[in-house]
Nanobody
């Protein structure tokens, strides 16, 4: 059982930056592919933000965040990051990290473990 805890959310003005963290309990953290998702107010589905393989390397992103958001991980610290720059009001959402033992995916159903989420609010 992998436990994930997100942190770093908050209120920021449009154009600002935030860095989210996702701390994992699993010592074999590097074995897990990780993803970031978000759920906007009033929406039922979680939207894919980006994902990164267990070994790190190149991440891939949703078109809506490409060029503004960067995913990274520090396997020595069992931590995943999401650096968010040039934030827009439409980025307002609860952000979740998720883990899968095998491979990255843009589909929430492919991930086995989820954090509780952290709220990001971008004011205009």
């Amino acid at each position: 059982q992998v436990q994930l805890v997100e942190s770093g959310g908050g209120l920021v003005q449009a154009g600002g930056s935030l860095r989210l963290s996702c701390a994992a309990s699993e010592r074999a953290f590097s074995s897990y592919a990780m993803g970031w998702f978000r759920q906007a107010p009033g929406k039922e589905e979680r939207e894919f933000v980006g994902a990164i393989a267990g070994s790190g390397g190149s991440a891939y992103y949703a078109d809506s965040v490409k060029g503004r958001f960067t995913i990274s991980r520090d396997n020595a610290k069992n931590t995943l990051y999401l650096q968010m720059n040039s934030l827009k009001p439409e980025d307002t959402a609860v952000y979740y990290c998720a883990a899968d033992l095998f491979y990255t995916s843009s589909y929430p159903s492919n991930y086995d473990y989820w954090g509780q989420g952290t709220q990001v609010t971008v004011s205009s």
